[in-house]
Each structure stands twice: as structure tokens, then as C-alpha cells.
């Protein structure tokens, strides 16, 4: 059973275009994450919610927007694609109110933007 | 969140246990040392976390210093499947939980 899934695994799109990448979590977590990887590898936090209410948001472009229908999903939705954000997307997610939980990631989400 | 300082590779022969320092000398004292890895491109894979003890379970044991300056990840008997890059954070007990993650240490397990 996939704890933190991630669709697509591949994505490559034109600069410019609108795409969305989605996660899904069935571990029953109340906090999901978005974090960006780069091609120097640096992993980066990008956005938090912890049941369906944004809780981190590090001043990432306001291209990206990140969307939780419900506390097992959060997706994220990116306008007008740049070079720069070609990377790879990881999801992630962890059980609310504990101070030492642990997060569980995806598989990730190679983005290429051409 | 202290900033995490970690060798940027280390080679350790199959069998034999791998050693990986972090040093956090600004860790506060509601910040936990927490250890993942990251096989190839894969998502982050948690390892183990502590606050002052030691810590130990199936994949691996944390030494923490006394002073928690610095800590040790112990994989006590490498095998090829190892061969990871392995990231130490240091991440607050309150607030937003959120890790930041540092270049971490890439290791190679050789056969």
C-alpha cells in the first residue's frame, strides 16, 4: 500500500503553460508539504497545511498555488511555467500535535519545463 | 531552526559500520536532531530522531553529545542498499515543524 502518492511521476511542459501535480496520503495525517528539490539538489520546503489551512508559505512565487480539497490531498497548481522551476516536487506528510513526528514522502515529481 | 553542518561524502566498506557526524552547534533546547536519507532521487526516507539520549532502532543508532553540539549517525552494519545521501536537521518541538533540509552527506558503501 503507497502511504504518500504523487501523479504524475514525469512532467514535461512548454514555458508558459499551467500544470498541477497532485498527492494523495492515505496514513490518515492532518499536515501535508510541498517540497522543491533543484538540480544541485537542495531541498526546499515550499508550503504546509495542516487540515486543509495553510501553515507554511516561504515566499514562494504566488505562480504556485497550492490547493487541499480535503486533509488527504494537497495539490499543487503552477501558472505560467519558467525554466526555474524545473525540479523535482516531493509531497509529504505527518500526524498533527506531536513535536517529534516523523514526515513520510512520495515518490516525487520530475518537472522539466522546455 | 539551527543550521546543521555535515561532511559532504564519506566511503564506508560493506559489513563495516558507517559513522556520519553532524554538527548543530546552535541546536536549541527544544530542537530535535532528526536523520533522513535520500536514495537516488527517491523521496527523503526518515532514519531516527532524538532530543538528548541516544537513540537506537532497526535501521540505525543517534548519539547525541552531551552539550548537543553535535550528533553521530551509526548504521551499524553497511550494506550496499546504504548508498544514500544522508541529511541531518535540526527542527523545533513547537511552531510549524517544518525541516530545513542542508547538502547532507552522500555516502557510498563499497563491496
Known amino acids: 500500500d503507497t502511504a504518500v502518492s504523487q501523479t504524475p511521476k514525469y512532467l514535461v511542459t512548454q514555458m508558459g503553460n499551467d500544470k498541477s501535480i497532485k498527492c494523495e496520503q492515505n496514513?490518515?495525517?492532518?499536515?501535508m508539504y510541498w517540497y522543491k528539490q533543484d538540480s544541485k539538489k537542495f531541498l526546499k520546503i515550499m508550503f504546509s497545511?495542516?487540515?486543509?489551512?495553510?501553515?507554511i508559505n516561504e515566499t514562494v512565487p504566488n505562480r504556485f498555488s497550492p490547493k487541499s480539497p480535503d486533509k488527504a490531498h494537497l495539490n499543487l497548481h503552477i501558472n505560467s511555467l519558467e525554466l526555474g522551476d524545473s525540479a523535482v516536487y516531493f509531497c509529504?506528510?505527518?500526524?498533527?500535535?506531536?513535536?517529534?513526528?516523523?514526515?513520510?514522502f512520495g515518490p516525487g515529481t520530475r518537472l522539466t519545463v522546455l | 531552526d539551527a543550521k546543521t553542518t555535515q561532511p559532504t561524502s564519506m566511503d564506508c566498506a560493506e559489513g563495516r559500520a558507517a559513522n556520519l557526524p553532524c554538527n548543530h552547534s546552535?541546536?536549541?533546547?527544544?530542537?530535535?536532531v532528526y536523520w533522513y536519507r535520500q536514495i537516488h532521487s527517491q523521496g527523503p526516507q526518515y532514519i531516527i530522531h532524538g532530543l538528548k539520549n541516544n537513540e537506537t532502532n532497526e535501521m540505525a543508532s543517534l548519539i547525541i553529545t552531551e552539550d548537543r553540539k553535535s550528533s553521530t549517525l551509526i548504521l551499524p552494519h553497511a550494506t550496499l542498499r546504504d548508498t544514500a545521501v544522508y541529511y541531518c536537521i535540526a527542527r523545533q518541538s513547537s511552531g510549524t515543524y517544518k525541516y530545513i533540509f542542508g547538502t547532507g552527506t552522500r555516502l557510498k558503501v563499497l563491496a
Open positions: 497545511y495542516n487540515n486543509k489551512e495553510l501553515i
Open positions: 546552535t541546536i536549541s533546547g527544544n530542537e530535535y
Open positions: 496514513l490518515g495525517h492532518d499536515t
Open positions: 509529504a506528510s505527518s500526524p498533527e500535535g506531536l513535536a517529534d513526528n516523523e514526515q513520510f
